[in-house]
């Protein structure tokens, strides 16, 4: 029986793949089919900017079905930014309840020394659904 008591970090992915929002649409989708995944994190340009993402929704909608080409897009045309971000401590209930307010699929895990991780919602239900039931997620909490 899983811990009722689990956090993000207990069910991130540590495995980040990023790349530079200078890159282009074809870059980041090669890429994206070279590793397995369907969204990438965009590299901060310094200490004072934020984590990006582009995924292959955001590809699909303001690129393809757009026309436009995916040689003379950049990816940081079409990113999100800032991305959604969760401490690694916090609990699985309030990243799931975040994720859904901010109606998005992904956050990045973040910590004092940046990236650590990256945490999807399917992952963090699939987890919550294995949690005991005596334990409610309410809008009290």
Excluded: C, W
Excluded at 88 to 94: I, Q, R, T
Excluded at 114 to 139: F, M, Y
């Amino acid at each position: 029986m899983p811990d009722i008591n689990m956090k993000v970090e207990d069910v991130m992915q540590t495995s980040i793949h990023m790349v530079s929002g200078l890159a282009t649409v074809r870059e980041a989708i090669v890429e994206m089919k070279q590793i397995g995944v369907s969204a990438l994190i965009i590299e901060r340009r310094d200490e004072s900017d934020e984590y990006g993402i582009v995924s292959v929704e955001q590809i699909a909608t303001k690129v393809i079905a757009q026309d436009r080409s995916v040689d003379r897009v950049s990816v940081y045309e079409i990113m999100d930014k800032p991305i959604l971000t969760l401490n690694p401590h916090m609990a699985v209930k309030y990243a799931i309840r975040l994720l859904a307010r901010f109606d998005s699929r992904r956050a990045l895990v973040v910590d004092e020394n940046g990236a650590r991780g990256l945490v999807t919602l399917r992952e963090l239900i699939h987890v919550h659904a294995e949690t005991p039931a005596s334990e409610p997620v309410g809008k009290d909490e």
